[in-house]
């Protein structure tokens, strides 16, 4: 898959795992284990670039002793969401043709 492409679409599921409550690492990794296997390293990279971009924010909380991130979706990451949807019907159609094409030979 295209590099640009896996990413833009892991940042998606990314905020769609925080889009209803504010979540932790940790979890948004369990979230998302049954769709995307995920690391640790890939999802903090993530959330680094989504902060970064200003679609979460990032508010630490203690937690059994320790100190814990919470991450809460924006209106700009709320707002890309609804792009990728989108943008993913003509992606779709696109599939739709070459799948199309390959059912022909």
Request: proline share 1%; net charge negative; hydrophobic share 40%.
């Amino acid at each position: 898959m295209d590099i640009q492409l896996k990413r833009g679409i892991l940042d998606v599921a990314v905020l769609a795992a925080i889009k209803d409550e504010d979540s932790y690492g940790y979890k948004i990794i369990k979230d998302l284990k049954p769709y995307i296997e995920l690391s640790e390293s890939t999802l903090y990279t993530i959330l680094k670039r989504l902060d970064t971009a200003k679609m979460l924010t990032v508010n630490s909380v203690e937690y059994g002793g320790r100190m814990r991130k919470y991450y809460h979706i924006t209106d700009a990451g709320i707002k890309r969401i609804e792009e990728f949807k989108e943008e993913w019907k003509e992606i779709m159609a696109i599939y739709k043709f070459v799948a199309k094409e390959e059912e022909n030979e």
